[in-house]
């Protein structure tokens, strides 16, 4: 099965700077893209940061000049460099991937289980 696992959240002062892991693992033949995502508290799931597989990026404009997406195709590990930290940027934060599997046999997405950064005032 593919497993996706995320790691690098915590609490940081604002200002601050943290970076997220996100390791994938399995029967995986190819990467499409990958992406990472944020939920606050009472609020959607949002899109913040996608790596494409030709190496170009997208990024939300709240956090556009402050985090940085970048992978490791060879590892399948993707990560998120966010620095300049504001209180608004709390929340899980998600990594997504769009991989073809020698299990399913399709493009998917498969998703990790969220990593909680706390800024702090």
């Known amino acids: 099965q593919v497993r996706l696992v995320e790691s690098g959240g915590g609490l940081v002062q604002a200002g601050g700077s943290l970076r997220l892991s996100c390791e994938a693992s399995?029967?995986?033949?190819?990467?499409?893209?990958m992406n990472w995502y944020r939920q606050a508290p009472g609020k959607q799931r949002e899109l913040v940061a996608t790596?494409?597989?030709?190496?170009?990026?997208n990024y939300v404009d709240f956090v556009k000049g402050r985090f940085t997406i970048s992978s490791d195709n060879a590892k399948k590990t993707v990560h998120l460099q966010m620095n300049s930290l504001k209180p608004d940027d709390t929340a899980v934060y998600y990594c997504s991937m769009r991989l073809y599997t020698t299990d399913s046999l399709q493009w998917r997405d498969y998703w990790g289980q969220g990593t909680p950064v706390t800024v702090s005032s």
């Open positions: 399995g029967s995986i033949v190819s990467i499409n893209a």
């Open positions: 790596m494409f597989s030709a190496g170009t990026t």
